[in-house]
């Protein structure tokens, strides 16, 4: 009976050992069978909108492909991004960066896809790049870049119409538009601002007040802005300094807007240092769609910081003989270094105006 008993303990003991081995290797499969899934695992995100105003709202897409034989059960995908671009559902009093976690349940040969609100708080050019990946007790680190590019928020109404008598066409104008000598669009009464040579003495005799004739304006007209990144001498505060340079893209984003429509050819130049370490951004007079979008994603990339001084900007396109453009400065104060470049730019056959902001 002991030896029965002995031998049935045995069997026992040998089962049990068996199970136990068995759910060891289970769980290493399994493991490894993790493993191997997350190695099959493809995930990509990106923004819905390569750029978009600031102020708007844009999506944050993620995809998720399991190309696996099991299911994907509470993976999470964990990301830091700015709080510059707000998402919806993270905290929104974070000041710099927001932690952002989303978690995924994908069955086998399955692509989940997912959408997340966020609204474009500042302008600015902003990078993701790693996002780190929680699953089956291991973190990896995938490469998952994306990009977006906040363009500088667009103008209220009244701003536009300031920005449309810029570069307004009508000859009660202040804008010193440069004329086509050799075209002759009809009479009118003289205002004081034109040169004596404009006057017509058969017209003047006619009417008994001085009459001048009427040019027509250049076709495919040029115009170059310029945006000085220089603080003033005279103490102004950051923060006041910050949002001036700002409206000052604001600006410029709408004029090349409007002039990309009606065909002008539109450069723009800067002394402001720049995302990826340029000491001044400098983009050459061009017209269409594909050099409008460029230029945005361009002034996105501006940083609020001056590089080069301004004269030196200038001066690169003086030394170039620029010629028959209108030209606009713009900038938080006038002094006699850019006075000076302005003369200088009129004697080349430019039209010089420039706009002091804040004033």
């Known amino acids: 009976m002991a030896e029965y008993v002995g031998i ?16 060891i290797a289970a769980r290493v499969l399994y493991g490894l069978m993790k493993i191997v899934c997350i190695r099959q695992m493809e995930y990509r995100r990106y923004f819905s909108e390569e750029g978009v105003y600031e102020g708007e709202t844009v999506y944050l897409v993620e995809e998720l492909k399991n190309r696996s034989l099991l299911p994907m059960i509470g993976m999470d995908i964990e990301s830091h991004i700015t709080a510059c671009v707000a998402l919806e559902g993270c905290d929104p009093d974070e000041k710099m960066m927001q932690h952002f976690i989303s978690r995924f349940t994908v069955m086998p040969f399955t692509t989940v896809v997912r959408r ?10 902003y990078e993701l790049e790693t996002a780190r990946v929680s699953y089956a007790g291991m973190d990896i680190y995938l490469d998952s870049k994306a990009d977006l590019a906040v363009y500088p928020r667009m103008l209220e109404f009244e701003q536009t119409r300031q920005m449309n008598r810029f570069l307004s066409y009508d000859s009660a104008s202040r804008t010193p538009l440069l004329t086509d000598a050799f075209s002759f669009t009809g009479i009118r009464e003289y205002t004081g601002k034109e040169p004596f040579s404009d006057l017509n003495f058969k017209a003047t005799a006619r009417a008994g007040q001085y009459m001048v004739n009427q040019k027509g304006y250049l076709l495919g007209r040029q115009i170059q802005l310029y945006v000085n990144f220089q603080m003033p001498q005279k103490p102004m505060e950051s923060a006041v300094f910050s949002e001036l340079i700002e409206q000052a893209l604001s600006h410029v984003a709408y004029a090349v807007g409007m002039g990309v429509q009606k065909g002008y050819r539109i450069g723009l130049c800067t002394n402001s240092r720049m995302v990826n370490g340029a000491y001044f951004l400098r983009f050459p007079r061009q017209t269409g769609l594909v050099h409008y ?10 940083r609020l ?7 030196s900007v200038i001066d690169m396109d003086i030394r170039e003989q620029i010629t028959g453009c209108e030209i606009y ?15 200088r730019l009129g004697e080349l056959g430019n039209a010089v105006r420039p706009v002091v902001l804040g004033s």
Do not use: C, P
Request: hydrophobic letters at 55%; aromatic letters at 10%; charged letters at 20%.
């Open 8 to 23: 049935f303990t045995w069997i026992v003991v040998g089962i049990l050992s068996f199970l136990v081995l068995l759910v």
């Open 116 to 125: 997340h609100r966020a609204v474009a708080k500042k302008r600015g050019y």
């Open 293 to 302: 979008q460029e230029l945005l994603r361009q002034m996105a990339r501006i």
């Open 305 to 311: 910081m001056a590089g080069n001084s301004f004269a």
């Open 329 to 343: 400065i713009l900038t938080t104060y006038l002094d006699e270094s850019i006075e000076e470049r302005i003369a």
